[in-house]
């Protein structure tokens, strides 16, 4: 009961936090370049499991796909708007949160940066003296291929990068596990965490 009480308060906590609903993966809006991250199935369980849960916040959105995060295939999908591309796809103005739900502590990943080439996402944890950390990896990154789509009649270029896997880079589990006071070893090193699209838009040249 006890169990149950804390799943159905820790879904509730994740709604109002960040204005979630069930949903599906959003579009972007034309013109609107957007990164759409979404768990791998039964990621927010074993989060859930540890008391953390995982929302977006500033420019980002996110919402729950099934049941609820403890379900076993439930997932977390966050919506980026992409704000610059010249050093990296990066999201300035969006974090991504962990939050205990046991002692109200939590660890954002801030204007996360999203380096192809390199195959990592780094991001500031102000809660880490605001250094600027690898936080995941994308550990297919060399497989990744970009598919382009050309509307001349709208003069839109559309980049698409479907499916990068991204793990959390090593020591970052810990570091997590230490912000949020979880116990040594409460999140698995290098854990495989989800899937990432990036579509980027610009203008078509004549």
Not at 50 to 73: E, F, K
Not at 90 to 108: E, P, R, Y
Request: charge should be positive; avoid cysteine; charged fraction near 15%.
């Amino acid at each position: 009961m006890k169990r149950k009480l804390f799943s159905g308060i820790a879904a509730v906590a994740l709604v109002t936090i960040s204005g979630l609903t069930p949903v599906a993966a959003d579009a972007a809006k034309p013109g609107q370049s957007m990164t759409h991250i979404k768990t791998l199935p039964g990621i927010t369980k074993v989060l859930e499991g540890a008391g953390v849960i995982l929302y977006a916040q500033g420019g980002a959105t996110s919402g729950v796909i099934g049941d609820s995060i403890a379900a076993d295939a439930g997932q977390v999908v966050i919506h980026a708007p992409i704000t610059g591309t010249k050093s990296g796809v990066a999201h300035t103005g969006s974090n991504i949160v962990f939050f205990n739900t046991a002692n109200d502590k939590s660890l954002v990943l801030r204007n996360p940066v999203i380096d192809l080439a390199a195959g990592t996402i780094t991001a500031t944890i102000p809660q880490a003296d605001n250094a600027k950390v690898a936080v995941l990896t994308i550990t297919n990154g060399a497989d990744l291929k970009a598919k382009v789509t050309n509307d001349r009649k709208a003069k839109l270029r559309t980049t698409a990068y479907v499916g990068a896997a991204l793990s959390l880079s090593p020591g970052v589990a810990a570091t997590v596990a230490s912000v949020l006071g979880l116990p040594e070893g409460a999140l698995p090193d290098g854990l495989a965490l989800a899937t990432a699209d990036v579509t980027l838009y610009s203008k078509l040249k004549k």
